[in-house]
């Protein structure tokens, strides 16, 4: 079964927790402090790769981990870093934060990728809070805990070439004949129920012409796909990737320039700019009488839209060279077929303010203090050592958030929540909540 679109939580893993402790080596009294640092957790990536065609390997596991650091030890010895985890996806796929809508990436080269979840950095040990007045600190940082995302993936097939068109026009037959591909065929709408894929190789046909374009088969569209009705309405999002357009009409269809205009609508509709790539129209169907006497009519309706129209039988083979032909001439030449057609890969990156920044905020039962650099502070600080939490406080002191918390009307007894951490504000002083 084709999967196009899937929703995953990635978790990246946690650093390791810095260690508090001091040398003990024979004849060295009151050794000073050799905590080493937490290793950094494992972050998760996602990269393209570019034999895949389908996110099908996320049909049944929707939940990532990368793995945590290790935690420091004596002796400054550092603790492992996590191992980072890697999920692959196909060219074309998009990466979006599930919860907003917003765009992450748009990967589409092979090797492109995109950091979805960073792994939590490594505490450092007690050496590091070693000072001149104060030789033997107890203090060591803990862990940062890693990023967890929602988000979701949506596949946009690359493909060179799409074939569009209503249920029983034809295509997936066409798809075989210009190709080796072999879809699943019948004679009934709706036999195509996911996109094909097909290579063209043009250099059969003209010894001279080394490109081999994709080919896909996108499943049947109806009247209202842009909105949601049909089997076609979950694959209008493919043709966007395509650099030629093939919109494949069934002539001895019941009325073949209705059927051509409702596929132009949809694909106005779905995105307007989808009308402007090089389109080329198929006239299918050319071993039945019916079709053969529309043909003249059909093509001068189309020559005066300004497009180019093939006349084939796809089931008895015949046009299919000149079909090649005309496709042929539409496609970039040399280097530029080797590159993704459009829109180039992206990859966000958004300046977050709140990464030095704070806000205070009031709660139905308590506060919370919002700020990147003050939850890790908060994620980072063991509360049950006495030493850490003074610390804590001052370097809330320093940055304002106590200042800002009173003004906010803060009183003893209450809570005060930074990320995931509960405190309790005593006054000056902090507790657990």
Same mark, same amino acid.
């Given at each position: 079964?084709?999967?196009?679109?899937?929703?995953?939580?990635v978790?990246a893993?946690?650093?390791g927790?810095?260690a508090a402790?001091?040398r003990?080596?024979?004849?060295?009294?009151r050794g000073g402090?050799?905590?080493?640092?937490g290793?950094?957790?494992?972050?998760v990536?996602a990269v393209?790769?570019?034999g895949?065609?389908?996110?099908?390997?996320y049909r049944?596991?929707?939940h990532?981990r990368?793995?945590?650091g290790?935690?420091?030890?004596?002796s400054?010895?550092?603790?492992?870093?996590?191992?980072?985890?890697e999920?692959?996806?196909?060219p074309?796929t998009?990466v979006?934060?599930a919860?907003t809508?917003?765009l992450?990436?748009?990967?589409?080269?092979?090797g492109?990728r995109?950091?979805?979840a960073?792994?939590?950095?490594g505490g450092?040990g007690?050496v590091?809070?070693?000072?001149?007045?104060?030789?033997?600190?107890r203090h060591a940082q803990?862990g940062?805990?890693?990023?967890?995302?929602?988000?979701r993936?949506?596949?946009r097939?690359i493909?060179?070439?799409?074939?569009?068109?209503?249920p029983?026009?034809?295509?997936?037959?066409?798809?075989g004949?210009m190709?080796?591909a072999?879809p699943?065929?019948?004679?009934y709408?709706?036999?195509t129920?996911?996109?094909n894929l097909?290579?063209?190789?043009l250099?059969?046909?003209?010894a001279?012409d080394?490109r081999?374009?994709?080919v896909a088969?996108l /499943?049947?569209l109806?009247?209202g #796909?842009s909105t +949601?009705?049909?089997? !076609?309405?979950?694959?209008l &999002?493919?043709v966007q990737?395509t650099?030629?357009?093939a919109?494949?009409?069934?002539?001895?269809g019941?009325?073949?320039?209705?059927?051509?205009?409702v596929?132009?609508?949809?694909?106005?509709l779905?995105?307007?700019?989808t009308l402007?790539?090089?389109?080329?129209?198929?006239a299918?169907?050319?071993d039945?009488p019916?079709?053969?006497?529309r043909?003249?009519?059909f093509?001068?309706a189309r020559t005066?839209d300004g497009l180019e129209?093939?006349e084939?039988?796809?089931r008895?083979g015949s046009g299919?060279?000149?079909l090649?032909?005309?496709?042929?001439?539409m496609? /970039?030449?040399?280097d530029?077929? #080797?590159g993704p +057609?459009e829109?180039a !890969?992206v990859?966000?990156? &958004?300046?977050d303010?709140?990464?030095?920044?704070f806000a205070?905020e009031r709660?139905?039962?308590?506060?919370r203090?919002?700020?990147?650099r003050v939850?890790?502070?908060a994620?980072?600080t063991?509360?049950?050592?006495e030493?850490s939490?003074?610390r804590f406080?001052?370097d809330?002191?320093r940055?304002?958030?106590e200042?800002?918390?009173?003004?906010?009307g803060v009183e003893p007894g209450?809570?005060?929540?930074?990320g995931?951490t509960?405190?309790?504000w005593?006054g000056?002083?902090?507790?657990?909540?």
């Open positions: 079964m084709f999967l196009d679109q899937v929703s995953l939580t978790t893993g946690g650093g927790d810095g402790s001091f003990h080596e024979a004849h060295v009294p402090p050799d905590g080493g640092d290793g950094r957790g494992g972050s990536h393209v790769e570019p895949l065609t389908t996110l099908g390997d049944f596991k929707h990532f990368a793995t945590p290790g935690r420091g030890a004596g400054r010895r550092h603790g492992k870093q996590g191992r980072d985890l999920l692959a996806v196909p074309g998009m979006y934060e919860l809508g917003d992450l990436a748009d990967l589409v080269t092979a492109q995109i950091t979805i960073r792994g939590g950095r450092l007690n590091h809070f070693a000072t001149s007045t104060h030789r033997a600190p803990k940062e805990p890693g990023e967890e995302r929602r988000i993936l949506e596949l097939l493909a060179d070439i799409g074939l569009v068109g209503l029983n026009a034809g295509k997936s037959t066409l798809l004949a190709t080796r072999q699943r065929i019948g004679d709408p709706f036999t129920l996911e996109p097909g290579v063209l190789d250099e059969a046909r003209d001279e080394h081999r374009p994709t088969d /499943p049947g109806i009247e #796909a +949601g009705a049909g089997l !076609g309405h979950a694959f &999002r493919h990737r650099r030629v357009v919109h494949v009409v069934d002539l001895a019941r009325d073949p320039e209705a059927d051509f205009a596929i132009r609508e949809e694909l106005r779905h995105d307007p700019r402007a790539k090089p389109t080329l129209v198929v299918n169907k050319l039945l019916q079709a053969r006497s043909v003249a009519d093509g001068r005066a129209v093939v084939v039988s796809a008895e299919i060279d000149r090649v032909a005309a496709l042929a001439r496609l /970039p030449h040399g530029a077929l #080797a +057609g829109p !890969g990859v966000v990156h &958004r300046f303010a709140a990464d030095t920044g205070v709660e139905r039962d308590g506060f203090v919002r700020g990147r939850e890790r502070l994620a980072q063991d509360f049950a050592n030493e939490a003074e406080q001052r809330l002191e940055s304002g958030v200042r800002e918390l009173v003004r906010a209450d809570t005060v929540r930074i995931p509960e405190l309790e005593e000056g002083a902090w507790g657990p909540a």
